[in-house]
């Protein structure tokens, strides 16, 4: 199964492609985590990229598509892959479709999560992550048992830069310009199926689920 996940920032997607990925035992293939794992090390890719993301925009091309054309030709990803936040752009999906083609691995399907622009900013300024152990929480869904305290290890919990209100509305204005684009890219190929990103975790999942058992 290979599977594009689409969305704007905070509509699910990482929650759903983990799903997925235990019931198919396939990678969930995060650029996100990748960068902020990059920036986390403070590597000289993490430096350049955290310029981007904290003033809400996209990583440059030429840094996302090479992890991405490296990653998917790793030995957990013969059985197939769930792109999560990859690709941003329509060059970034004309970069994909040529290596997978490339790679004779074309892609089974597209899902595009439909939410709320009001409720991602909610869904977003909510979350916290514990400076020791990564762990994440949000204040309003998944608060930890004591305010700004990590319930595994005592840490201090912060907010990402990039998840304060005025990135975020960046970021969601970036999105709506380079990346909404991709619902019609998908659209015209066959390939893309829609889901209401408002409906329960569950209810999204069962809707995803019907939608690769018909691929």
């Known amino acids: 199964m290979k599977l594009i996940l689409l969305g704007p920032p ?11 990925m235990d019931r198919y ?7 996100g985590d990748i960068l902020r794992a990059a920036v986390k090390a403070g590597t000289p ?41 990859f690709p941003r752009t ?10 997978l083609t490339a790679l004779g691995r074309p892609l089974d399907a597209v899902v595009s999560l439909a939410v709320d622009v009001e409720a991602l900013v909610e869904r977003l300024t909510g979350r916290r992550t514990c400076r020791d152990c990564g ?11 004591a305010a700004g305290i990590c319930d595994a290890c005592g840490g201090e919990l912060v907010q990402r830069d990039d998840d304060r209100e005025e990135t975020i509305r960046r970021r969601l204005d970036v999105y709506n310009e380079q990346t909404s684009p991709l619902i019609d890219y998908y659209r015209k190929s066959g390939l893309l199926s829609e889901v209401d990103g408002m409906l329960s975790m569950d209810a999204v999942q069962d809707e995803i689920l019907a939608i690769l058992r018909k691929e």
Not at 25 to 31: A, D, E, F
Not at 54 to 80: F, H, N, T, W, Y
């Open 25 to 31: 035992g396939i990678p969930q293939i995060s650029t």
């Open 90 to 99: 329509v060059p970034q999906a004309d970069a994909l479709a040529e290596a």
């Open 135 to 145: 762990l994440g929480y949000h204040v309003t869904f998944a608060a930890p048992k």
């Open 10 to 20: 905070g509509a699910g997607k990482g929650t759903q492609a983990k799903m997925l």
């Open 45 to 85: 890719m993490g430096l350049r990229a955290k310029s981007f993301m904290d003033a809400g925009g996209l990583v440059p091309d030429e840094v996302v598509v090479g992890i991405v054309r490296e990653r998917i030709q790793e030995d957990d990803c013969k059985a197939g892959f769930i792109l999560d936040g």
